[in-house]
């Protein structure tokens, strides 16, 4: 299937998204949306892909957020029935998330990242939550999200201030995990979303829902989660598979069961 404003390929256990509006700077568009939910609900019915990769096109923005373009050209009443989210489907993959952050990544593209499992962003990427100058508030998921990555104090300041930070101090605070150059972002991110899919998908998805499922929950009944995944897997197709591996001194063949 075609897409108008994002690019998707797949290839070992990997699939691709990338925003491709670079002369828009990458916003966000109802048109995107719309593409984008259909593209995730795709992938998490496709037992194949075990890592989705997120990148923008070009080199000077990930996503500047929403098109402020369209967004003029509707009434209030338009407005309000037609933004939608794009952290949400991002944030409903089962699969590992990789948010190769390629250039700025403002607004609701700062959103959409945060709503990735894993950030790895090239050092003239920018990030900032700029609402409050326009007298609204983060509605994607970022008054909820980013504290929760970096911390009660710097959320505050970040939305608050609406100010950006560039890709060290977003390194420094934990909001991305890596930062490298830009020709060595996607050889990077690539390299690793095919070494995650040649592990087991099952145990993939497992740890992904232990950890954000047990954010939620106190310690105790976090742990209690961990341990009932972690017995789950032991009744699936791939643990066996691991076994017999490892006592076979060779690669094992993950199949999802």
Known sequence: MSYETLIYEKTEGVGVITINRPSANNALNIRLVEELTAICANINRDEEIRVVIITGAGERAFSVGIDLNELSSMTSGEQETRLASVAEPVAGL???VIA???GDALGQGLELALACDLRIAVETARFALPH???GLIPWDGATQRLPRLV???KAMEMVLTGQSIDATEAYQIGL?????????????VTEMGQAMAAK???ALKYAKEAIHKGLDLTLEQGLRLEADLYFLLHTTEDRTEGIRAFLGKRPPQFKGK
């Open 94 to 96: 089962t699969t590992p």
């Open 100 to 102: 190769a952050i390629n």
């Open 132 to 134: 409050v100058s326009s």
């Open 151 to 153: 911390g009660k104090a």
């Open 176 to 188: 991305v995990s890596k930062v490298v150059a830009q020709e060595e972002l996607i050889p990077m």
């Open 200 to 202: 087991a998908s099952l």
